[in-house]
């Protein structure tokens, strides 16, 4: 009998087993199949895509899915943190173009004034050099058909001008003192993009060169550029040196880790950054950077963000530069681009980075308050941090402290070693009205539109500068703000000519000379500039 019992059991169970999976498979199956007219549908696990598919299954009307899921997709992201970001497929190449090394284009800088597009700058060896485009040509047709009137605006206007490598475009331009419209046919090419606005020597007070330059981004190429910028004024004398960072709102943390190597000693800590699902990452100095020694300061302001922020907290914290200007903006959040099938993207925060000290230097916000995240920068505005260091809010009261004991703050931006706050002295409503409305800009233009062939005539900035104060073109500007009806007010125009002037002539300048003219004139009188230039030559 026992050895029936045995085998007898061991079946019993084997049914009993079997009969329970049967069950819980098809249990699992009644969730995952359905039949409709006959025929066997899978249901998706999600709750979304279930919705979608009854939708598209059942729903009374025709419907365009497909748009409905953007605008899912942008809600669900909307209520993430304000950095994480969904790209549509049409964006995603204007985006990415932003922090690449080139885009393929005819090679313009431009602007537009009375619906038209005004050339302002053709770029030195580029595919509309090549042809003969001038700067103060206005581009009135494209492939035969008008270019002009309220629908341009600069995303058009990019879409329109920049393709793929090799293709060809026809333009029609209008040229101040030739009565016909003028036709060329570009070939589009690589246009390489830079991260260095300008580079010069500033001479100080005590003999010594300062070396002065200017990052607007961190690209692709930004190191490299940067370091060799570097190179060519150690070249030129310059014994020490000011990065300006003010309005850089960041890019690649690499190109910034990079940078900041080349002024710190060996196992000297860069940044580091963690996440829940992203592991522990850590930049240190390697020893090799080739200005460990020299005099740094590092300008940044209220847009300085991200990358400009992991390379002012690493000098901060390790004692190497002292850090000029006004709090930074404070992002300290790490995106990871993440591709869709159809083309489109997801920037998605995988992770907080943190400086030296171990500041996370992100500032407050609540997920799906982007507005609120957006008017921070107004608040503080209107709170008095633009003007006052007393006026900043600390949302972390933790102590943090740098390489020599020296107490930093966290929580929200880079604060500066030396605070320079705004000067509002020359500031007056008459002022403002024709800056804001951009008045400064477009008179710039047109002065240099209507006397380019004398402007031209001089090859640096402080020469032009100088036959610019004498050309007394302030009575031609009022008239012209009037004309655009901003009714003049002499006691107020007294009081900021020296600011109008300031601009104005940069301006002109920059449309002759380019930023190399435009940025050492505009900076000498800048109050952040003024104190760094005060300090290094003490």
């Known amino acids: 009998m026992k050895k029936y019992i045995l085998p007898s059991v061991t079946i019993v169970c084997l049914l009993v087993g079997f009969l329970i999976g049967n069950a819980i498979s098809n249990k699992a199956n009644a969730q995952r199949f359905y039949i409709q007219n006959g025929q066997l549908f899978s249901q998706p696990d999600s709750k979304i895509d279930q919705l ?18 953007e605008e899912a997709v942008r809600d669900v992201v909307s209520k993430l943190d304000p950095h994480s970001a969904y790209i549509p497929k049409e964006d995603l190449e204007m985006v990415n173009s932003e922090l690449s090394a080139s885009f393929s284009g005819i090679g313009v800088q431009f602007n537009i004034q009375n619906d038209t597009v005004n050339i302002v700058a053709v770029i030195p060896g580029g595919p509309s050099e090549h042809v003969g485009l001038l700067a103060g040509d206005k581009i009135i047709e494209v492939d035969d058909s008008v270019f002009v009137g309220n629908r341009i605006n600069n995303e058009r206007v990019m ?9 060809k475009v026809k333009l029609g331009v209008v040229r101040y003192g030739t009565p016909e419209t003028l036709y060329y046919t570009v070939t589009r090419g690589d246009i390489p993009i830079h991260s260095i606005d300008a580079k010069f020597i500033w001479d100080s007070e005590h003999g010594g060169k300062v070396g002065f330059v200017r990052v607007n981004k961190f690209g692709q190429n930004t190191y490299d550029e940067f370091i060799s ?20 709102s960041g890019g690649f943390m690499d190109q910034a880790i990079k940078m900041a190597n080349e002024f710190l000693d060996a196992g000297d800590m860069i940044v580091y950054s963690e996440g829940r699902s992203y592991p522990r990452f850590e930049a240190k100095a390697n020893g090799t950077g080739r200005f460990r020694n020299v005099p740094l300061i590092v300008l940044i302001d209220n847009f300085s963000a991200s990358a400009s922020e992991i390379f002012a907290g690493a000098m901060q914290d390790n004692d190497r530069a002292t850090i000029i200007g006004r709090r930074s903006f404070g992002k300290g959040l790490v995106q990871q681009q993440m591709p869709f099938s159809d083309g489109s993207a997801i920037r ?10 171990g500041r996370c230097i992100q500032k407050p916000y609540s997920m799906g308050k982007q507005e609120d995240y957006e008017k921070d920068i107004i608040d503080r ?13 600390y949302s972390d009261t933790t102590l943090y402290y740098t390489k020599q004991g020296r107490v930093v703050r966290g929580g929200g931006g880079i604060m500066p070693d030396i605070f320079v706050g705004r000067d509002t002295s020359l500031y007056t409503a008459y002022f403002n009205r024709v800056a804001n409305r951009a008045y400064t800009y477009q008179f710039a233009y047109q002065y240099t539109d209507k006397h380019r062939k004398q402007l031209e005539q001089f090859k640096n900035w402080r020469s032009l500068e100088t036959y610019l104060n004498q050309a007394n073109w302030l009575p031609e500007f009022v008239a012209y703000c009037k004309d655009k009806g901003v009714e003049p007010d002499e006691k107020q125009i007294a009081i900021s000519k020296p600011l109008i002037q300031r601009l104005i002539n940069a301006y002109i300048v920059r449309n002759i000379l380019g930023d190399d003219g435009f940025f050492p004139l505009f900076e000498r009188d800048d109050e952040i500039s003024q104190k760094a230039i005060q300090y290094l030559t003490k």
Do not use: C, W
Not at 52 to 60: A, F, G, K, T, W
Not at 159 to 167: I, V
Not at 348 to 357: D, F, G, K, M
């Open 381 to 393: 505005y209107e709170h008095g941090e633009f003007f006052s260091a007393d006026s900043i809010h």
């Open 348 to 357: 998605l925060t995988v992770a907080r980075y943190y400086t030296p000290s």
């Open 159 to 167: 879409h329109t001008l920049r393709g793929e490598k090799g293709t």
């Open 229 to 248: 910028a570097l190179g060519v004024l150690r070249g030129q004398g310059a014994t020490s040196f000011i990065i300006d960072l003010r309005e850089n």
């Open 52 to 69: 979608l598919l009854l939708m598209q299954r059942l729903y009374v009307d025709e419907l365009d899915l497909d748009s409905i899921t």
